[in-house]
């Protein structure tokens, strides 16, 4: 007698592993949409970084050429470096004059913004009293005031307080321009802060003035050191407010001076000089931003989180 076998039928075990191999083939599709946006995100990046990168290489290679290679090889190295180049716009363009001014104007001014804007927006986002959230809100309105509607009356403003044509002057309106945002990135990064350290402090007998400087104000560095470096960049690049209020020759800062520069050559121009010039006015920005760049990411993030 013949028994026939039957086939046997699928089990429970069974079932899940084919249910297995189609989840395993789905976290794979994605990897390759992982792998294909990753090699995107990062070939744009190398395209952004060469866009930005490349110009400033080409400045700096610029001003080592004397002024017939930069127009019969712009993109050449320069096959003997021309340091003369540096010396005469250090010296003869008065690019030392002018660098110093900035360095006076800007130092004095980053030095009041940060303690004025400081103190402002501890007040701000630590107590409660009529009147703090329009003070609060004046200061965002600052920041979305454009500068050249006020160009006209400032000018008569500084002339009537004979600030006009003078660095104390231009000191003055350069920590005006900056506290608006100043005040509203501090106010934001002092609310993150914990209130028990201000707290303990009190308890011991700290007055405020001690609780901010040697309590709070040590605390909120990563977000100081940040707003300082938007506030340089910003300040050392200013050439609108210095060109309306500073018009005396031995008082003019770095943009000033490499406009004069730019616009005295007439029809023959001092080019190599000109980069030189533009390149020194480049550098101390550059070399803020490589040195504390770590610190500037760190104070964006750390204003985000608690």
């Known amino acids: ?42 070939g744009m990046l190398v395209l952004w970084a060469f866009m930005v990168v490349m110009p400033l290489l080409w400045a700096v290679m610029t ?25 005469r716009a250090w010296t003869e363009a008065h690019m030392s004059d002018y660098f110093l001014n900035t360095v006076i104007v800007v130092g004095c001014s980053l030095l009041g913004t940060m303690l004025l804007g400081s103190m402002a927006a501890y007040v701000l986002a630590r107590f409660e009293f009529p009147g703090n959230r329009f ?22 403003v500084m002339q009537n307080i004979s600030l006009l044509n003078t660095l104390p002057g231009l000191i003055l309106v350069y920590i005006a321009y900056s506290l608006p ?17 201000a707290e303990a ?25 940040s707003i300082t470096i938007f506030n340089f960049l910003g300040q050392w690049n200013q050439y609108m407010l210095p060109t309306v209020l500073n018009t005396e020759q ?7 001076g490499l406009v004069q520069l730019a616009v005295s050559q007439g029809y023959k121009g001092d080019w190599s000089g000109l980069f030189a010039g533009l390149v020194m006015a480049m550098l101390p920005v550059l070399a803020a931003y490589i040195v504390f760049q ?12 608690k």
């Open 1 to 42: 007698m013949k028994t026939t076998e039957t086939p046997p039928a699928d089990t429970a075990e069974e079932r899940p592993a084919v249910a297995k191999v189609d989840i395993a083939g789905g976290p794979s599709r994605k990897a390759t949409e992982g792998r294909t946006l990753n090699v995107f995100s990062h």
């Open 63 to 87: 001003s080592f050429k004397d002024d017939k290679s930069i127009f019969t090889s712009p993109w050449a190295l320069p096959e003997t470096l021309h340091f003369d180049n540096w010396s």
């Open 135 to 156: 003070i609060y809100f004046l200061f965002i309105g600052g920041m979305s005031f454009p500068i050249i509607l006020a160009l006209v009356p400032l000018f008569y």
């Open 181 to 197: 945002f100043t005040v509203f990135f501090m106010t934001a990064f002092f609310r993150t802060l914990p209130t028990s350290v």
């Open 201 to 225: 402090a009190f308890v011991d007998g700290a007055s405020h003035t001690r609780t901010f400087f040697q309590v709070m104000l040590p605390m909120a560095k990563p977000g100081l050191i």
């Open 250 to 256: 031995e008082d003019k800062v770095l943009t000033q």
């Open 294 to 305: 770590r610190q500037v990411v760190a104070g964006l993030t750390a204003g985000a989180l």
